[in-house]
């Protein structure tokens, strides 16, 4: 199996590099590519050292392409791509609402690539980070309780915006403190020592279109149009990791115990809620983890039988890298690729 | 009108003394008291030279008395003083759910003041940081719409734990940019590049107290028991004004239009709510300003003819220096002291 990766030198394809290196999928070769700025430097998978080379216009001659360069890149080649035969995993938004393209969590609906009908566009949509995520603590409690209403607040790390986010805190943090001005060029406003509630663009109805992806996807993701959700999606000073408050309406009655209990049966979920020594998810532990952390389960106070938790997850991984590999682990054992 | 504040050379202390520069509060004198450890520093306030004085054990020569030197030492020392015969204005939590004490927010419930009663124990509480920034936006949209359910999500600033909260972020900042060891006394994690979901001592309900006073108080300060509400309760790191995401579920309808025309025409109140240009809540726009901000009003997604918004407010001022000023001048004003 012939592997590409699109956008190698991002953020993104950074961390497809350290997950594939632990990876146990299969693949005879790896080729990466980039914008022309970035080809020609070289990085290392599994002992083996690859230049990066300039992205070509038309097809790619690989089996599988990750790819993780932006929506108007995507837009474009992925369908070329596929064309050509490859199956593209694509980490932009571009594709993630279209019926024929499958939006996938593996833990979750990994069963929709055993499907035949998904092969004839050869696109597998990788979800936005914080719905990733958030479906991660989601669906276990769903299937038990059966979720009415979500409530979302998210805290998302400057690495939403790729390494260039990163950068921009890290300078802004470094003038701020030296006294000297703070610059602002990837973010709408400076977010050294601030927040923004404002992510992605605006739309009409006043919510931005982050909000509205974790809605939109938490729907095609847990096939579970019913779920009333709102989001308010806010970007805070940190570096990795995207927390996220989340308040559960739910059919059936839950204590915090069956909840927990659900939790920590669940694939790629750690539970890490005990007040007493002071553990609850928190950037600082759930960076560079591949599981998400779930914590601060309570009892809802506005909910009957509700719920109210905190989430934490590494959005480079469980909300794109990782994921991403997942999907073309699942594909591979189940021989569709 | 003889007036003191105790705990001058803290950060609430601090702001105190800049609220009441800017003031129209009539006093003769002002004294102000500290640990010994502050005491001898010198403090301007109308262009006076005030030498800080150890605060004496027992009664303080004073008509009102800001109190702002934590709930330990309000807790033994404001019955005193009150029984000396001083009004105290007390911004700790000691005394805030007494039946006896009111608990204000002068454009909210102002009046309890004038009622006969409150000064029977002559102490006055000053709310919760939090609470104080949200009932501003509540009470507007709760006598128009009547509130049932509200959810709360905060993102509180490193100062709602005192200047050595400010402090701790920055010297973390610095270590963490220089590659040295970050070292964490004030708050249970560090907090450079982290949130940590956790601000006050957790309680059996798995709520932390934070989280429950902003329940606790927002039923006392609005007289509105019967709003069901949840809080979950965030440190991120910025320097001032506290955050807060807001879902309400309304007893009749409102539209965001209707609910932007009552803030804008309440006091301390800004609508900063304009996504064309930007505009939001933000603690950059927020930090060192009288009123508090909201903007992000738009149509809940979960509650048919609900409300989704967000608030920031500068915690040193309407959560605290600026609110007990306030409710001096409400006395003054009306003739009660």
Redesign the interface.
Known sequence: MKLAIVGASGAVGHELLGVLEKSSLNFSELRLYASPRSAGSILECRGQKITVEVMPEGAIDADVILASAGGGISKTQAPIWAAAGAVVIDNSSAFRYEDTVPLVVPEINGDVLLESDWKAGGIIANPNCTTAILVMALEPLHKAFGIK???V?T?QATSGAGAKGMQE??QQ??NS?EGKPVVNEVF???IV??????IDA?LD???TKEEMKV?WETHKIMRAPQI???C?A?R????RAH?E?V?LELERPAT?QAARALLEAAAGVDVVDD??T?R?????TASGKYNIEV?????????DGGL?L?ICGDQLLKGAALNAVQIAEYLQQHNKI
Request: proline share 12%; aromatic share 12%.
């Open positions: 209403r979500a409530i607040s805290y805190l890290e943090t470094r403190l709408a406003h400076p020592f601030n927040l923004i509630p404002h605006f109805n006043g919510y809605l009333k959700l709102s308010t806010v805070i000073p940190t570096m927390s408050a308040t915090p007040p007493a002071k609850y998810p928190m950037p600082l914590g601060r389960i309570r009892s809802s106070l506005v909910f109210d905190f």
